[in-house]
């Protein structure tokens, strides 16, 4: 693999069983480039070793006062001179080369998993962690698969050189050969202890990542509550740990390093002694004591790729660790084990609140089928191909958690009193089931897209036919052109959703930006800072419901689109909406009036399930818990309304409320928004 051939064209279904694993299984899908940077290594390294026989050589040949001998001497080290710079070149070339296809396809598994769970990602593994695995991270395991092919090649250099040097002089070479692996072997009871104390740090310089995320992220919020300074205290003390750690790290290391200088220095001294007496004796030449000191002097070069390798393991088994960790969240339920969740039958989209409670109890049985172990344990969490759709999904979209039933081609609106639950309801009609209760490793079963678990058909199909907007939508930087670069059906143009959106004051502001920048006053052109930081709240908001209505998806899930504007601009998008999407499944979640009553069906959630179906003023003057959450009322008020109905002259308490009741409402609602 060339850096020129990146991206990866698949980069493959990782080993997440663990870090050593997922270690393991990307050295494997890079072994051509590490056999070619071993070879190169060996090249670099043994033409390096054999200058002590070019040094031995020629001082024998001085020694004999013969010229012949010392002229192939100067030619030999001549040629391993040049063998030694095209080795040490190339070999550096094929280590980078790995670290980098390593580090792209590590950073295109991370890719592809942020997009296989979407705006679930976050909610299951912090940002910040996110951040360091796809940045620092990723070095360290890029580091560790560079080392491990200059590792090879010393090994097996010093491996030859200890053998050669007993068949070239047996009395000394014993002695290096039984020294050598000592000196190796020597720093492995300091391993344990270095490697802890990395993995301490890299744990502590995570946390101080994540805070550094969460606090950039909500610096705006901090701002605005005198949360600052506060959140500054807390960061500077986590670096002070951070600090902390890594200069305990460092001790341990340089101790390694130490002992790594001052065996070798203890051996070459041994050598030196043993052979300076067997010259004295006769029993060796001055050549031969030459080439053997000169051959342990060089065996330090090769000797520091064992310390390297040592270090690049410790510091990226936690790295590889956290990859690993976020590898192996699934997309859907735990264990390898999906819902392959199939209705007994459809509903029709006029139903009461009774036929739904009948609905919801014959829908709510289903099989569980266990996929395939095999490929669980290979990908370490990975899911088994999802089965394909067997035609485009369409038809009810219903929820079994809740009992949310949004009939196909109509406009329903959502009202749930809980933020939490209706983001944790949202997610589910996309295909991501939430976690379990506490104490079961079991995920809630997903939504249901006519009869169809929607965790269980393809990623793509699921995301083709159903759409989340989430109730914080992201803008990337780029240009309104390239935002709306999106997949789509093609029915909708740019122009239709951005009108449904209500975005002529957006475009206009654009325009003069444009006109401002570049001289060219093209809407289109204009250029969308970072997350829409140059835009208000209520023109990111109306942007990104203009993206998502472009998409045209089957089903359209909308969690508080019209939060951040005001009520007439509300008002005229909530009629865009329903024109736009005329024919198709619309979700909104939402408490507004001006919505709801615009609204082809209103389903009422309480307490994590649909307590309540109508139309919007239906519930109204039938719901109390309904109007309470819609009109903001405080229990006080709604016992005082209670009692006051309660001894009116009619006496029939709630229901007696008239659509002039009705109307005064949604009047005072609509001057107070």
Known sequence: MHIRDLPYPDPGRPDVRS????????????LGGQVKAALWGLVHMAALVSFPLAIGF??????????SRLTMAGALMVGLTVLTALGDAMLHRAAVTNWITAAARVQQLLARKAVELGSALTRKVAAGEVVAVSTGDVEKIGWFVEALSRFTAAAITTVALCVALVLYQPALGV??????????????????????RADDQREKAGRATELASDTV???????????????????????????????????????IAAVQVALPGLLLIGVVWYGTSLAREGRIEVGELVTVYSAVTFLLFPLRHFEEIAMAYSFSRPSARRAARVLALRRSSADGEGTAT????????????????????????????AS???????????????????????????????????????????????????GRLADRLGGHPADGGPGDGDRAPSALLGGVALDEVALASARTAVLVQDKDPVLLSGTLAQLLDVPRSGEVSAEKALE?????????????????????????????????????GG?????????????????????????????HTEARIADGVRRLRTGRTTIVFTSSPLVLDRADRVVFVADGEAAGVGTHRELLGTDPAYRAVVTRETDGESAARSAGRSTGPTGHGLADITGEDIGRIEEQIEESA
Do not use: H, K
């Open 19 to 30: 870090g050593p694993r997922f270690l393991f299984w990307l050295g494997r899908n890079q």
């Open 58 to 67: 020629g001082v024998q040949a001085v020694v004999d006062r013969s010229g």
């Open 175 to 196: 002695v290096v050969a039984v020294g050598v692996p000592a000196l190796a072997l020597a720093v492995l009871p300091l391993l344990p202890r270095a490697a802890r």
């Open 217 to 255: 992220a909500g610096l705006r919020v901090l701002r605005g509550i005198g949360g600052e300074e506060l959140f500054l205290g807390r960061y500077r003390n986590a670096s002070q740990e951070v600090r902390v750690a890594a200069v305990r790290s460092a001790r341990m290391w340089a101790l």
């Open 342 to 369: 199939v209705a007994t039958a459809n509903t029709a989209a006029s139903v009461d609140t009774a036929d739904t409670a009948d609905t919801v109890a014959t829908m709510a049985t289903a099989d569980t089928a």
């Open 372 to 422: 395939a172990a095999t490929a669980a344990s290979v990908d370490g969490g990975e899911r088994a191909e999802a089965q394909e759709a067997t035609g485009p999904l369409g038809g009810d979209l219903y929820d079994p958690v809740s009992g949310m039933l949004a009939p196909s081609g109509v406009l329903t609106a959502v009202v749930c009193g809980d933020p939490d639950a209706a």
């Open 500 to 536: 449904a959106a209500q975005c002529g004051d957006v475009l206009e502001a654009l325009a003069q930006a444009s006109a401002a920048d570049e001289g060219d006053a093209d809407p289109m052109r204009a250029r969308i800072t970072e997350r829409g930081r140059s835009l208000s």
């Open 539 to 567: 023109q990111r908001q109306r942007l990104a419901l203009a993206r998502s209505l472009v998409t045209d998806p089957e089903v359209l899930v909308l969690d508080e689109p019209t939060s951040a504007v005001d009520s």
